[in-house]
């Protein structure tokens, strides 16, 4: 395999990885609370860097890879997507970045959300998955009146002590880290929903650019291999 085709299927790899997470965000563009991830593509050349300063051996071939693409971090795009009025008692926009309605999953886990689309399952508040939403005591709030909502816990957290799970909810790093929100009537508006902060155009053209990408880095593999077996023909054949 020659250099350059290294650092093409390096791409080809980096694209396709593009496409599927793309293609996730264009899905999710009606989901409430929805946000989008990002890639950020960069080198093998900050670890090789990393090796050298830490004094290892560095071989020729690291040098050769130095110029590979390769994905450098996977983040979470925070800002918030548009408010949209339901009317609903039951719907709730987190107006403010980095805050989270507290629920507690199928499994017991305690996790956060921004998708305030409730509705009630027994007389209590749960998400559409059927999770409880919880109070500062990490208990099930009753919808017994009008002001169930001030039960209604809301934390602060760091989008980097949190990790996404499925969609739309996400798992505590390091719970002490969370701050609760003491008026959470100055955090979250009733009768609205918080959308997706998925720009749906946006989106596409990244989708698209991505997949051109890729064929473009096999299409030149395709013609380095067909220069490869030339040479290796005309080689053989002594011309």
Excluded: C, W
């Excluded at 509705?119 to 009753?142: F, Q, S």
């Excluded at 290796?232 to 054949?237: E, F, K, R």
């Amino acid at each position: 395999m020659t250099q350059g085709t290294h650092q093409l299927a390096a791409s080809m790899i980096n694209q396709l990885n593009r496409v599927d997470l793309v293609s996730n965000n264009l899905a999710n563009a009606n989901t409430v609370g929805f946000k989008q991830d990002n890639l950020s593509e960069g080198s093998f050349n900050n670890y090789l860097e990393k090796a050298i300063e830490e004094k290892k051996d560095v071989s020729k071939l690291s040098y050769i890879m130095n110029t590979i693409p390769k994905i450098d971090n996977n983040f979470i795009d925070t800002d918030i997507g548009s408010i949209s009025d339901t009317g609903n008692k039951l719907d709730f926009a987190l107006t403010q970045k980095d805050s989270y309605f507290k629920v507690k999953s199928s499994n017991g886990d305690i996790q956060l959300t921004r998708d305030g689309e409730f509705k009630v399952l027994n007389g209590e508040l749960v998400t559409k998955n059927g999770d409880n939403v919880l109070n500062n005591n990490n208990e099930p709030i009753a919808v017994n009146s009008d002001e169930f909502y001030r039960n209604i816990s809301i934390v602060t957290s760091d989008i980097n002590n949190l990790n996404k799970i499925g969609n739309n909810n996400y798992k505590i790093k390091d719970e002490s880290s969370l701050e609760n929100v003491t008026n959470n009537k100055e955090y979250m508006s009733q009768g609205s929903i918080e959308r997706s902060n998925v720009n749906t155009i946006k989106t596409m053209v990244d989708l698209i650019e991505a997949q051109r990408k890729f064929e473009q880095a096999q299409k030149a593999i395709a013609g380095i291999d067909e220069i490869n077996q030339k040479v290796i023909a005309d080689v053989g054949t002594n011309r």
